[in-house]
């Protein structure tokens, strides 16, 4: 099965601060996916890559940076915190069928902004 | 604006018994259609696809889209506690670049 990894877990930091959550998938998918999870809200995608270098906007993604090193591993940047980015974040990659594939999830990153 | 919409919010089923989510898409581009489900403290995990009119089973699981109303739903029969979970439809964009997602339907199947 398809392996994505989240790092951190957990994440507290202040209103201002510099936040890079990290995304690592080994299984060679082409499409990247950074999503905040809120009740109420659902799944709202922020942005989205589909391939080393390239990097789409999602429909929230004001506050958000995003940059995708390699093939494996896409970083989402948060440069000033704000508290209405608290969130879980969920990280996810899926194959050439991009939109029509299976999307595999990592086990996503608590952050608290204070 | 939410295009694609999800209902119940909660569901509360008896173990055995069967349980129905619904889904709706508010725009025609969207017609393609996968359920995730997600349990406590995890990432989604996908159930099944669903692109074609009418019924599509997978074990206890079956999915029926309505494309003429863009509407599509889940039933679970037979339903386990280890089927409490929030589920997710999500709709396939036109270009094939992402999906969009509900906002989830929270089942609990009581013993």
């Known amino acids: 099965e398809a392996a994505v990894t989240q790092s951190p877990r957990n994440k507290v930091t202040v209103t201002g601060g510099n936040v890079t959550l990290s995304c690592r998938q080994t299984?060679?998918?082409?499409?990247m996916y950074w999503y905040r999870q809120d009740t109420g809200h659902g799944l709202r995608l922020i942005h989205y890559s589909y391939g080393a270098g390239n990097l789409q906007i999602g429909d929230v993604p004001d506050g958000y940076k995003a940059t995708r090193t390699t093939q494996e591993d896409f970083f989402l940047l948060l440069e000033l915190a704000s508290p209405s980015q608290t969130s879980l974040y969920f990280c996810a990659s899926s194959g050439t069928g991009g939109a029509y594939a299976e999307q595999f999830f990592g086990p996503g990153t608590r952050l608290t902004v204070l | 604006q939410q295009k694609v919409q999800q209902s119940p919010e909660s569901l509360s089923v008896p173990e055995g018994g069967m349980a129905s989510l619904n889904c709706t898409s508010s725009d025609r581009n969207f017609q393609y259609f996968w359920w995730y489900r997600q349990h406590s403290g995890e990432g989604p995990k996908a159930l099944m696809s669903i692109f074609s009119d009418g019924d599509k089973k997978e074990g206890r699981f079956t999915a029926h889209l309505n494309k003429a109303s863009l509407h599509v739903s889940l039933h679970i029969r037979d339903s386990q506690p280890s089927d409490s979970a929030l589920y997710f439809c999500a709709a396939s964009e036109p270009s094939g670049t992402y999906q969009r997602f509900g906002t989830g339907t929270k089942l609990q199947v009581v013993p």
């Open positions: 299984n060679s998918h082409n499409y």
